[in-house]
Structure formats: structure tokens, C-alpha cells
T-cell receptor
Framework: DTAVSQTPKYLVTQMGNDKSIKCEQNLGHDTMYWYKQDSKKFLKIMFSYNNKELIINETVPNRFSPKSPDKAHLNLHINSLELGDSAVYFC???????????FGPGTRLTVL | EDQVTQSPEALRLQEGESSSLNCSYTVSGLRGLFWYRQDPGKGPEFLFTLYSAGEEKEKERLKATLTKKESFLHITAPKPEDSATYLCAVQEAGSARQLTFGSGTQLTVLP
């Protein structure tokens, strides 16, 4: 009965590789988000999708590309990984009439 | 640009020792102020939403209050299980609902 789930939990990869992180929510929400939490614990918005449509695209390198196949899924694909991409990535979801966002457990990405 | 500043960065309390965490914010218009709890290795867990100055919300040993410039999270008679990082976030009116987070207060409650 997990509300927001992410896979994988941990991802260790070499510089230059391409990787994806998957997110699924079973709350029936229509808006999903990707946040990045750096080593200083700052959570920063990256992207937001509402009903499969991109509505927020913060200043993020274009190596990062979100993809939303349907309302319940928002995946994050990262090309040509760099050392600075190492962080914890959180997926979240909310209902349009509610401001409360519910977060997944996070994916810790380590780029070597 | 929205700014959210939390203080202190870290707080150590003895069990039963009440205290407050502060979140000061600067936004052009506030849609909502949110408090989250984050345990190590986990995602933030929603606690409260406050919408207007003077509003208060309570949950067990936690009470959140809001003024026009800041919010406080009061912890009454804390227990060791209250140890976590507490995050404050604001949502600006007219925005696409993204949250702007502070850097958090790491609370440790000693038995």
C-alpha cells in the first residue's frame, strides 16, 4: 500500500553513463514532482508534471529529462552523468485542489 | 526570489525539555507554509499546512504557528522518537505549486 514509490533506492554509476529513476504513485494525484536534495540537505524543485504535461522546469541541465507516460508515473532520465549529479532525488505527488505534497523514499545517486 | 531560513541548524534537547524551531520566509505572496519531518534515509513526511497569519495547528507534541514573516514549530515535552530533521517550505501565490524549502533543523532528543 505504498503511496509514492521510487526505484531504485540506490544507484551507483560511472561518469558519462546514462541512467533512469522511476516513480509511481497510487494516490490518484494528478501532479507529480522531482526534487533534488544535495549534501547540505537542501531540497530543490527540478520538474513538475500535471496530467502528463510539464508545468515546472527549473534551471536544470538539459541532460535531465523527465517523462510521464501517465498520471501515476513520472520517470527521470539523466544523460552523461557528472560527479555533481550525486545527490538524493525525491519524487512527490499532490492533488490539484490540495497543496500538500507526499514524497517518495528517495533514490541516492552516486556518480564515481 | 523566495527565501526560507530555518534556525537553529541543529538542536539537542533532553527528553521533556520543550523548545521551538523557527522558519522565517520572504515571498511576494504566501499561498501556504508547510512543515515536514524527515528521518534519515527517508523522504519528507507531511506534518502541517498553515495558510494565514494567526493560524495554529497541533499534532501530538507539535504545534505550528504562523505570522506574516515567520513560523514556529513548538515541541512540548519531546521524546527521543521526535528526533528528526524538520523542514519548512513555502508555496508562493501564483506559482505552479512548487515548494521552496529551508535547509532544516536537525533535532536530537536525548533520553
Amino acid at each position: 500500500d505504498t503511496a509514492v514509490s521510487q526505484t531504485p533506492k540506490y544507484l551507483v554509476t560511472q561518469m558519462g553513463n546514462d541512467k533512469s529513476i522511476k516513480c509511481e504513485q497510487n494516490l490518484g494525484h494528478d501532479t507529480m514532482y522531482w526534487y533534488k536534495q544535495d549534501s547540505k540537505k537542501f531540497l530543490k524543485i527540478m520538474f513538475s508534471y500535471n496530467n502528463k504535461e510539464l508545468i515546472i522546469n527549473e534551471t536544470v541541465p538539459n541532460r535531465f529529462s523527465p517523462k510521464s507516460p501517465d498520471k501515476a508515473h513520472l520517470n527521470l532520465h539523466i544523460n552523461s552523468l557528472e560527479l555533481g549529479d550525486s545527490a538524493v532525488y525525491f519524487c512527490a505527488s499532490s492533488q490539484v485542489l490540495s497543496n500538500e505534497q507526499f514524497f517518495g523514499p528517495g533514490t541516492r545517486l552516486t556518480v564515481l | 526570489e523566495d527565501q526560507v531560513t530555518q534556525s537553529p541548524e541543529a538542536l539537542r534537547l533532553q527528553e521533556g525539555e520543550s523548545s521551538s524551531l523557527n522558519c522565517s520566509y520572504t515571498v511576494s505572496g504566501l499561498r501556504g507554509l508547510f512543515w515536514y519531518r524527515q528521518d534519515p534515509g527517508k523522504g519528507p513526511e507531511f506534518l502541517f499546512t498553515l495558510y494565514s497569519a494567526g493560524e495554529e495547528k497541533e499534532k501530538e507534541r507539535l504545534k505550528a504557528t504562523l505570522t506574516k514573516k515567520e513560523s514556529f514549530l513548538h515541541i512540548t515535552a519531546p521524546k527521543p522518537e521526535d528526533s528528526a530533521t524538520y523542514l519548512c517550505a513555502v508555496q508562493e501565490a501564483g506559482s505552479a505549486r512548487q515548494l521552496t524549502f529551508g535547509s532544516g533543523t536537525q533535532l536530537t532528543v536525548l533520553p
